[in-house]
């Protein structure tokens, strides 16, 4: 059964850093391109990054380029973000999300979500 | 620019067949897209996968009530016998070479 884990969520004041984590399992995890998804309170949801199986090639919208990084761990089986430069609009529940395929395709696995907040 | 566009809602009543619509932008009528619905207060799950030419490949546990096909730039999820439980959020999502892509998500409510 495949499972993906969010944690790292929290409060964070403007300018703020945080680190977001996904813990994977039930698939092979370097075999599969991952990503992560926000939705904003009372929003649809946005694409965040994404980020091939290897790790070689990531993926970013343009809202949060320059500031967030995606990577992942592969021996731990594990996808990151993290987040510099905190901004009020980036307030959000983050979802992590496995890609069907080795490169960005359809989402076909979805994570419960952490919150992140970003306010003073 | 990849663009796809759903209409902000939908109604049908309990037991009947409803029908949604994405659109996609010009010039990428050939693009495959996904469908994804979203319960009350719960994250994302993912339906199935649907090619231009109206092939579709269902995310695992969907029931065979969920269907989807294709017309020109359009993408259609049909789904038939409503049930209570299909009153959600669906959102289309597609991608590009470098990207990912949802549309704005359409509403869905059950009467």
């Known amino acids: 059964e495949v499972q993906l884990l969010e944690s790292g969520g929290g409060l964070v004041q403007p300018g703020g850093s945080l680190r977001l984590s996904c813990a994977a399992s039930?698939?092979?995890?370097?075999?599969?391109?991952m990503g992560w998804v926000r939705q904003a309170p009372g929003k649809g949801l946005e694409w965040v990054s994404g980020?091939?199986?290897?790790?070689?090639?990531?993926y970013y919208a343009d809202s949060v380029k320059g500031r967030f990084t995606i990577s992942r761990d592969n021996s731990k089986n594990t996808l990151y973000l993290q987040m510099n430069s905190l901004r009020a609009e980036d307030t959000a529940v983050y979802y992590c999300?496995?890609?069907?395929?080795?490169?960005?395709?359809?989402?076909?696995?979805w994570g419960q979500g952490t919150l992140v907040t970003v306010s003073s | 620019q990849l663009v796809l566009t759903q209409s902000p809602s939908a109604s049908a009543s309990l037991g009947t067949s409803v029908k949604l619509t994405c659109t996609l932008s010009?010039?990428?009528?050939?693009?495959?897209i996904a469908w994804h619905q979203q319960q009350p207060e719960k994250g994302p799950r993912y339906l199935m996968k649907?090619?231009?030419?109206?092939?579709?490949s269902k995310g695992d546990g969907i029931p065979d009530r969920f269907s989807g096909s294709s017309s020109g730039a359009e993408r259609y999820l049909t789904i038939s016998s409503l049930q209570s439980e299909d009153e959600a959020d669906y959102y289309c999502?597609?991608?590009?070479?470098?990207?990912?892509?949802f549309g704005g998500g359409t509403q869905l409510t059950v009467l």
């Open positions: 999300a496995k890609v069907n395929r080795y490169t960005i395709e359809d989402f076909d696995y």
């Open positions: 039930g698939f092979t995890f370097s075999s599969y391109a």
């Open positions: 980020l091939s199986g290897s790790g070689s090639s990531a």
């Open positions: 010009s010039g990428h009528s050939s693009y495959a």
């Open positions: 649907l090619k231009s030419d109206g092939s579709h």
């Open positions: 999502q597609t991608w590009g070479t470098d990207i990912a892509v």
